[in-house]
């Protein structure tokens, strides 16, 4: 498994990445006139930030915040450490890799699941946990120079900015505000995707339409366009906008919130012309957490769509070993 930034350059799309028809980026078209709400953190009234943000959340299961407490510097300077980091050479990059014994750092290309993999997807990634920071740090790369300080900053800045989107969206379902403090929130984690440029961005991905296997993502989607959100049949591209976050509600959320929230289905296109680099902070339970829509939002009116299951089951159907079927059985309450 050559890492992707190592040949990309050669100047053709080996066939093991084209993708079929129906999965291409063309289909359905993209209306580039719309985008999705940005909300703005530090609007003085809170009640209408919450009703915002559940109303997002709701439609299209993505929103954009600003004026959300993280510094400029800390975002510049993590994005700059992680492209500094996809440039380094890729044995320089697998060496920077190998800290952790029990591998907890993990460096791959196109998805978790390459092997298996029926089509190849257009990226390189780096993930490592993140939560408790002292477990962790010394298994994280240490170059690029200054990798362990910028990202472990950034990592603890974003730790906080979780938990309080977290107590908004609390507060708006009508959950206790600690509800996620706990098992729930207990295995954050960093990663960094790389999408170099590429020489036919009509035939394939930098990710396949998916929904994210967790609670809550923060992304920091820097300046490069490429991320775009299914809703109502349409492929919406969002905008970047200068150092905000895109936030997204996890498939785990969903469920917990009972179909209040929608862990909405997203991708990620290339271009022919600029690398695209971005840091995603990943909220994820612990895997033997136990998942389920929260008893206070179930009632005669509002029955549960889903049941209780254990999160590892859910990794296992939903990417270890990715059976549609088996994820269904697995979260829904059957109607029979
Ligand atoms: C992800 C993701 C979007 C992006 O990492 O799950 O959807 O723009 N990333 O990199
Ligand atoms: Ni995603």
């Given at each position: 498994?050559?890492?992707?930034?190592?040949?990309?350059?050669?100047?053709?799309?080996?066939?093991?990445?084209?993708?079929?028809?129906?999965?291409?980026?063309?289909?359905?078209?993209?209306?580039?006139?719309?985008?999705?709400?940005?909300?703005?953190?530090?609007?003085?009234?809170?009640?209408?930030?919450?009703?915002?943000?559940?109303?997002?959340?709701?439609?299209?299961?993505?929103?954009?915040?600003?004026?959300?407490?993280?510094?400029?510097?800390?975002?510049?300077?993590?994005?700059?450490?992680?492209?500094?980091?996809?440039?380094?050479?890729?044995?320089?990059?697998?060496?920077?890799?190998?800290?952790?014994?029990?591998?907890?750092?993990?460096?791959?290309?196109?998805?978790?699941?390459?092997?298996?993999?029926?089509?190849?997807?257009?990226?390189?990634?780096?993930?490592?946990?993140?939560?408790?920071?002292?477990?962790?740090?010394?298994?994280?790369?240490?170059?690029?120079?200054?990798?362990?300080?910028?990202?472990?900053?950034?990592?603890?800045?974003?730790?906080?900015?979780?938990?309080?989107?977290?107590?908004?969206?609390?507060?708006?379902?009508?959950?206790?505000?600690?509800?996620?403090?706990?098992?729930?929130?207990?295995?954050?984690?960093?990663?960094?995707?790389?999408?170099?440029?590429?020489?036919?961005?009509?035939?394939?991905?930098?990710?396949?339409?998916?929904?994210?296997?967790?609670?809550?993502?923060?992304?920091?989607?820097?300046?490069?366009?490429?991320?775009?959100?299914?809703?109502?049949?349409?492929?919406?591209?969002?905008?970047?906008?200068?150092?905000?976050?895109?936030?997204?509600?996890?498939?785990?959320?969903?469920?917990?919130?009972?179909?209040?929230?929608?862990?909405?289905?997203?991708?990620?296109?290339?271009?022919?012309?600029?690398?695209?680099?971005?840091?995603?902070?990943?909220?994820?339970?612990?895997?033997e957490c136990l998942i389920g829509p929260a008893k206070a939002l179930v009632n005669a009116s509002n029955p549960a769509i889903y049941k209780p299951f254990?999160?590892?089951?859910?990794?296992?159907?939903?990417?270890?070993?990715?059976?549609?079927?088996?994820?269904?059985?697995?979260?829904?309450?059957?109607?029979?």
């Amino acid at each position: 498994m050559e890492l992707l930034s190592n040949w990309c350059s050669n100047g053709s799309l080996p066939e093991s990445y084209v993708l079929p028809p129906e999965a291409r980026p063309g289909n359905p078209i993209v209306p580039l006139e719309k985008s999705i709400p940005v909300i703005d953190l530090q609007g003085n009234d809170r009640k209408e930030t919450i009703r915002q943000i559940l109303k997002t959340g709701k439609e299209f299961g993505f929103f954009q915040i600003i004026n959300h407490g993280v510094s400029k510097d800390s975002m510049d300077e993590t994005m700059k450490v992680a492209e500094e980091f996809h440039a380094m050479s890729g044995l320089d990059k697998e060496r920077e890799c190998l800290k952790d014994p029990n591998g907890s750092c993990k460096l791959y290309t196109s998805s978790y699941a390459y092997p298996r993999e029926e089509f190849h997807l257009w990226r390189d990634a780096l993930t490592h946990p993140c939560r408790p920071l002292d477990q962790h740090i010394q298994f994280w790369p240490e170059n690029p120079t200054g990798y362990r300080e910028v990202v472990g900053e950034y990592s603890v800045e974003l730790w906080k900015l979780s938990c309080r989107i977290l107590e908004l969206l609390c507060e708006g379902l009508g959950l206790s505000i600690n509800y996620f403090s706990n098992e729930l929130s207990e295995a954050p984690k960093i990663m960094i995707n790389h999408y170099p440029p590429c020489p036919e961005p009509s035939l394939t991905l930098g990710l396949r339409k998916h929904r994210d296997p967790n609670i809550i993502t923060i992304l920091h989607q820097g300046q490069i366009n490429g991320l775009q959100v299914f809703k109502d049949g349409l492929w919406i591209a969002v905008q970047p906008v200068p150092h905000a976050f895109v936030v997204n509600i996890g498939y785990l959320l969903q469920i917990i919130s009972n179909g209040k929230l929608n862990g909405a289905e997203h991708r990620v296109v290339t271009n022919s012309r600029d690398a695209r680099t971005t840091v995603s902070f990943f909220v994820y339970p612990s895997d033997e957490c136990l998942i389920g829509p929260a008893k206070a939002l179930v009632n005669a009116s509002n029955p549960a769509i889903y049941k209780p299951f254990k999160y590892a089951d859910f990794v296992i159907a939903s990417y270890v070993n990715p059976d549609k079927e088996a994820l269904e059985d697995l979260i829904y309450k059957s109607t029979a």
